[in-house]
């Protein structure tokens, strides 16, 4: 296990090359990590591939130049199947869009992992954890409901709920205020934050929005990383 | 439920009007042949078995199909009639026992079987309740006809007047309801039964009216010797009672009075041979095998089936190509549902399970539908061949 200082890394980027087949772009990053427990805020223009290196920190892209390690395992090691079991079990995602299912109640929605995946079993304790979540995010009344009934802050803190229910040891969030008012984009942050630190779980979050970078212990700009890793 | 076949089914469900039209596309698509197939067959057995029971028929030249039909379902057909003649002709013969049927006329748009007692012991035909036609006027109805008329025994049916405004065709006859049969599951549940002399007071042929020296003598137009001659202006009994019995009667010898055609029984398989070819060198006449006839008209609506299910194939190919298409396109809509769990950590097989789920739920369903709906034409099969004939 990769350890720095005082800290246990979530996950650990270096000499990390990435290209996208037949186009110019380039991601390059030389180091990166983050340790647990740690919020770290990603910042850059659009195009500069933030979105790219959320995908590679979580495995859902791979590069044979460089090594990423996800709690303390190198991912290039890993097949397919067996990366896609470490992200369900390991990490929380959250993305802007929300991206929750149309049919699925609000419940179903935070539950979905368990609903998916075999290896995560749904019991009474998780549904409990869910209804608690969803308690703490202020959205116990609107369980029921399905997402075209939940206003976007609603529909947010779902997609929240959704992301630490597994009990995710990393929080990925892919600009999860992109679609919010700023004052919904602040709760929200909010709520992320304090739900990452009463369970120990690292942040690592895209945004745009430069009011929010205040609340987070590191920013990283991606232009910066190649050599100069913030 | 659990895991993704649940999400398979909310899906389903948040989507019921889409996935109600298609389970009822696919259903209706495997329903047509099924249900087409249980119709023919149950329609195949209803004549073959009713055929089987009728040896031979007797009638005029003419179509044997019109003729076999109107024997064996009172069909109505535009054959020229037989005499009566021929019914003591076979019984003399003491071969066969000739069953005379006229089925020329309705009531309530029934038809009234005119006949012998021998038919109800060919078909075994029982009474629920009363007794059989015995005399003229006399009528019994078969189960189905009892109940949609809303007859029982002692109740008068009118029969159909043949011509309203023609005052030469005889008026209407009121038919006394003798007796109820038990329901036999066939033909003769629609019918209307009455003796065989009815059928000649129907025609016109035969008729009572008060006795010629109880007339007033306006209505005699001329008396001689052994003839008494009546003016137009006499109203003939509409009905037989047990006080006007008597007064029926016909003006011709009981030969030549016509019937419909005649079931004839053979004795033995040499005197079918026998009576078969010689009837059928008569002229003017035809004696048929109901099996043979019923087993020829079974190839023709059989090819007509086949045709039937070529052409459910096609549209069976067509709607399930037309289903692969809107699979296609709900699978294209859903790609960013795909995408979504694919990045959270869920399995290919778990996205592939969640559309197959779907896929085998709206199958299944449209399978169940097609069976129920298959079952029930099965049901009520019977009364769909009825209507058939």
Redesign the interface.
Known sequence: MDRTGSGILTFALRDLVWRYAGADFELRVDELAARRGEAVACIGPSGCGKTTLVHLIAGILVSNNGTVQLDGTDLSTLNERERRARRIRTIGMVFQEFELLEYLSALDNILLPYHVADELQLDADVRGRARELASEMGISDLLARKPKKLSQGERQRVALCRALVTQPKLLICDEPTGNLDPKNAETIVELLLRQAREHAATVFMVTHDHGLLKRFDRVVDVRNLNGRDA | M???L??SW??A???KAATGILISCLGLTALLPAATRVVVERYGEDLTARARATPLVLGPKGNRFDLTLGALYFSASSLDTVPYALVREIAAGGDATPIPISNRFTARGRPILCTSPEYFALRGLTARTGTPPLRVGDAALGARAAEQLGLAVGDTLPSDPTALYDLSKPASFGLHITGIFEANGTADDEAIFSDVKTAWVLEGIAHGHAKTDELDNNLIVDRSAGNVALSGALIEHTEATPKNLEDFHVHTGEDRLPLTAIIVLPRDDRADTILNTGFNLREKLQMVRPREVIDDLLAIVFSIRRLIDLISLVLGAATILLTVLVLMLSSKLRA??RD????????PG??AR?LGYEILLVLGTSLILASVGTAAVARFAPSLTATMR
Do not use: D, S
């Open positions: 659990k895991g993704v649940r999400l909310l899906h469900w948040h989507h960013r549902e979504t769990l694919h990045k959270i950590g869920c399995a778990a996205v969640l």
